[in-house]
T-cell receptor, first 115, second 112 residues
Framework: EAGVAQSPRYKIIEKRQSVAFWCNPI?????LYWYQQILGQGPKLLIQ????????DSQLPKDRFSAERLKGVDSTLKIQPAKLEDSAVYLC?????????????FGSGTRLTVV | SQQGEEDPQALSIQEGENATMNCSYK?????LQWYRQNSGRGLVHLIL?????REKHSGRLRVTLDTSKKSSSLLITASRAADTASYFC????????????FGPGTRLSVLP
């Protein structure tokens, strides 16, 4: 089965610019997550979708971050405007709906550098 | 917080030796997972252990869970240079759609 696809792989932008990341989860996986991983730290959840509905966005900085998952498949994460501290790897993950406690499948991530 | 905390933060061993990493957490969990992350890559799911299980094996990996001590360990036997990576534990409180909370990870270096 194909894995979780993310693009772009790398992105360098200036602060106050906007950026968008794209994720295509594994076919049939209802649950999709976006994580932010700052260098040297573990991934931190930004938002969780179940199909096209938001389950948890309590840690999403909503003044600058937004995410959507149209038709319950692909998802985009946007930052506008970016700050220096947003430099991180943005990971997308998916898992089956109501799985038996199965693990996540992660994409390779998008490495964002804000200068 | 249900976040796991790995220990040690960094570990360096020779090829062929065993590597043991520990994870401690604070609240009751339904399951605990271990992930590996190679530099610049996404995380790879290694193994999941449920709260009613005490030990699981997968190839050269052995995971234990002690719910009374709120801790888990990951043992990699006969390590190889390719095992060099960061290892994360993630705790979950239910089977259904619950997001998992990751610890800061253990950076393992296996020297040839």
């Amino acid at each position: 089965e194909a894995g979780v696809a993310q693009s772009p792989r790398y992105k360098i932008i200036e602060k106050r610019q906007s950026v968008a990341f794209w994720c295509n989860p594994i076919s049939g996986h209802a649950t999709l997550y976006w994580y932010q991983q700052i260098l040297g730290q573990g991934p931190k959840l930004l938002i969780q979708f179940q199909n096209n509905g938001v389950v948890d966005d309590s840690q999403l900085p909503k003044d600058r971050f937004s995410a959507e998952r149209l038709k319950g498949v692909d998802s985009t994460l946007k930052i506008q405007p970016a700050k220096l501290e947003d430099s991180a790897v943005y990971l997308c993950a998916s898992r089956p709906d109501r799985g038996t406690g199965s693990g996540y499948t992660f994409g390779s991530g998008t490495r964002l550098t804000v200068v | 917080s249900q976040q796991g905390e790995e220990d040690p933060q960094a570990l360096s061993i020779q090829e062929g030796e065993n590597a043991t990493m520990n994870c401690s957490y604070k609240t009751s969990i339904n399951n605990l997972q271990w992930y590996r992350q190679n530099s610049g890559r996404g995380l790879v799911h290694l193994i999941l252990i449920r709260s009613n299980e005490r030990e699981k094996h997968s190839g050269r990996l052995r995971v234990t869970l002690d719910t009374s001590k709120k801790s888990s360990s990951l043992l990699i036997t006969a390590s190889r240079a390719a095992d060099t990576a960061s290892y994360f534990c993630a705790t979950g409180t239910d089977n259904y759609g619950q997001n998992f909370v990751f610890g800061p990870g253990t950076r393992l270096s296996v020297l040839p």
